[in-house]
């Protein structure tokens, strides 16, 4: 786990059963959310892109959030807007139901994509950070079989 999540553990262990495992967690900024017939970017309207994503599975708290991974679920946290500090958990989304989680690098900025078993897709940047890829290889460890 990077130096970020370590700091905030007690936060994000909080809501975590005790034979469940935090494998990832960081700070992102919902960028976009894409369904089967379309997708929200809007930038000028926030709380659209919240309603679209909730809409379709995501149980986002905000633009601004906290994606945790864990060996069962993917938790999404509050998170205070300008420094990212986390809050408490506002959703989960179990593994069974993520498709995949991968990050890709589009010019010079990172995105990460969750597609859910519904085919609906919420995307994401990082608040600070490029740590998007400790996401992506945490829910291929929790996900690939032994």
């Known amino acids: 786990m990077n130096a970020w999540a370590r700091r905030h553990a007690e936060t994000l262990r909080a809501p975590i059963e005790d034979d469940e495992t935090l494998l990832a967690a960081d700070r992102v900024v919902m960028t976009a959310v894409t369904r089967e017939d379309a997708t929200t970017t809007d ?7 919240i309603e679209a994503a909730r809409a379709v599975g995501f149980p986002v708290p905000g633009p601004v959030f906290v994606i945790g991974i864990t060996d069962r679920r993917l938790l999404l946290f509050r998170a205070s807007t300008w420094l990212g500090r ?12 993520v498709a995949t989680v991968r990050a890709v690098r589009r010019l010079r900025s990172d995105r990460l994509a969750i597609l859910l078993e519904n085919r609906s897709m919420l995307v994401v940047q990082p608040l600070w950070r490029r740590r998007l890829r400790e996401l992506q290889a945490a829910f291929e460890s929790a996900t690939t079989p032994d």
């Open 43 to 49: 930038r000028g309207n926030r709380g659209k892109r």
């Open 86 to 97: 986390a809050g408490p958990l506002e959703g989960e989304i179990p593994l069974e139901n």
